[in-house]
Each structure stands twice: as structure tokens, then as C-alpha cells.
């Protein structure tokens, strides 16, 4: 591992055939938008119990409603950093010479405003509505959101952030669209996330077993499953990387 980011070597991105990011909080700080743990993290100052759970919307939707309104208005604003623009750009420059996917914890929308194509949200997005009651599908947002949830379309219930709580399933065709990718991948690439949380942390044992190259860029190196550790921020290292 070197001392220095300047000093890392491009990974040599042509070599390989399917590549898969998975990405965190960390490549969005740069975008302005706060990680989850950590100094200024959403955990440090918020309850997770009281926004941040499947059971803490069962009991006040609204609550939670309110509490995401603000991170929503964030998001819009929020422009995508030389991270998220590394990978939209190295997946056009391999073009139909390799898969370049994308599974991302962030519910930002940022790889997508960046130019990347097939990206898996996993826990969904807070550009997109659904409802509390029924099952009709996720909806974009397209208006000024207010303190009061709009109604389902179909069935008029409140609606709520087409995003996963602690606690909630995620939607098993993502699973199995991520599997799609990761089972055969030859280059696995973590960037700004923890690892904290599954089954998202879990998918380093996949791609392992796939026998990918696999690495982790982040700011503290303090996983210890990957065979290569990239020490730094995600947006000066990875144009670098990638490049
Ligand atoms: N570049 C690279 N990594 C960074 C940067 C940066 N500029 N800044 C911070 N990091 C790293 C931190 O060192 C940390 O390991 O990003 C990581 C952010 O970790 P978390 O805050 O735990 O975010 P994440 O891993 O995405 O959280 C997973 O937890 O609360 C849930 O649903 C939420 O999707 C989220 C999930």
C-alpha cells in the first residue's frame, strides 16, 4: 500500500470485462452530502430508532416523512464530483468492450446525474415516491414537496421516500440482478462505504469467491477482506484510478 495517492498506480481498467462498483456515502461528500457514521455523520446527530427505521414508520409516517423532506431538497441540488464522474466516464470509454455496473447504497441519484448507466439502488431513492399502503410502483418526484405527503395516485394513501429503512427488505430483483453481475465480475471496486451495513457488505465474499481482483478506496482503510487498500478521498483518487 503506498504512503501517498499520488503514488497509486492506475488499476488498468482495460484488462477487465465486468466491473462492479459498489458505492457509499463517501463518494457523495465531496457533493456535499453528509455519510452516514463518522464526524458530521447522520447517525452522530440523528436517532437512528426515530428516522431511521421500518418500525419508527409504522408508528408516524409523518415524522419520518418530515425528517426527509429536508435530505430530498439536498439531493436536487447536490451535483454529482469527480468521483461519480470517473466511473459514468470510464464506463463510456469501455463502451461495449466491458460491463461496468454500479450497486449503490446512496439514495442520491448522483451516478445516474453523472451519466452512469445500469446502476442498482439498493436502498432505493429520495427522488422517487411510493406509497404506504399499496403496491403500485415507485414514482419520480416532479413537484415542490411540502410537509404533507402527497396521495397515492391510486389508491390515495400518504405517500413516502421510495427508500430502505433499517429493518425493511430490500427488493429481491435487485439481488438478483446484483448476483447477475457480481457472480462473474473480474474487477470489484468499494469505494466511501463502511461496510457496515448488509447485505451490501456481504457482496465482498461474492466477488471473491468469483476470483475478481478486488479493492477499496476510502478515506480509512478499516476493512480488512479486500487484496488491495486505495487510501483517500473517492474524488481525487478515483479520475486517477480509473483514468
Ligand atoms: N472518499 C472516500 N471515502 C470517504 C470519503 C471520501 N471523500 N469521505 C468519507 N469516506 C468514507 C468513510 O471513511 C466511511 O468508511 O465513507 C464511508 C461512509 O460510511 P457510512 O457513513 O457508514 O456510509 P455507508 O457505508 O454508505 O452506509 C451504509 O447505512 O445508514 C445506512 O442506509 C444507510 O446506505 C446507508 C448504509
Same mark, same amino acid.
Do not use: F, K
Given at each position: 500500500m503506498s504512503e501517498s495517492s499520488t503514488s497509486y498506480q492506475p488499476l488498468g481498467t482495460e484488462r477487465y470485462k465486468k466491473i462492479v462498483f459498489l458505492t457509499g456515502a463517501g463518494i457523495s461528500k465531496a457533493s456535499g452530502l453528509p455519510t452516514y457514521r463518522g464526524k458530521g455523520g447522520v447517525w452522530t446527530t440523528e436517532n437512528v430508532e426515530d428516522i431511521g427505521t421500518k418500525e419508527a414508520m409504522e408508528k408516524d409516517s409523518l415524522k419520518i416523512w418530515r425528517a426527509y423532506v429536508p435530505r430530498h431538497r439536498k439531493v436536487l441540488e447536490a451535483k454529482p464530483n469527480a468521483a461519480h464522474q470517473a466511473i459514468a466516464d470510464l464506463q463510456k470509454r469501455l463502451g461495449e468492450k466491458a460491463w461496468v455496473c454500479v450497486l449503490t447504497q446512496n439514495v442520491d441519484g448522483l451516478h445516474q446525474a453523472a451519466g %452512469?448507466?445500469?446502476?442498482?439502488?439498493?436502498?432505493?431513492?429520495?427522488r422517487r415516491l411510493r406509497c404506504t399502503e399499496c403496491s403500485i410502483k415507485p414514482w419520480e418526484i416532479t413537484e415542490d414537496l411540502t410537509d404533507e405527503p402527497p396521495p397515492c395516485p391510486d389508491c390515495g394513501a400518504p405517500a413516502r421516500f421510495d427508500i430502505v429503512l433499517f429493518n425493511e427488505p430490500v427488493d429481491p430483483m435487485l439481488g438478483l440482478q446484483a448476483l447477475a453481475f457480481l457472480g462473474d465480475c473480474d474487477l470489484y471496486i468499494t469505494v466511501? %462505504?463502511?461496510?457496515?451495513?448488509a447485505p451490501a457488505s456481504q457482496l465482498i465474499d461474492i466477488a471473491d469467491e468469483a476470483g475478481a481482483r478486488t479493492v477499496f478506496v476510502n478515506t480509512?482503510?478499516?476493512?480488512?477482506?479486500?487484496q488491495e487498500y486505495y487510501v483517500g478521498k473517492a474524488e481525487e483518487l478515483l479520475p486517477h484510478l480509473l483514468r
Open positions: %452512469t448507466e445500469s446502476v442498482i439502488e439498493a436502498h432505493g431513492s429520495l466511501g %462505504t463502511s461496510g457496515l451495513v480509512e482503510p478499516e476493512d480488512g477482506r479486500y
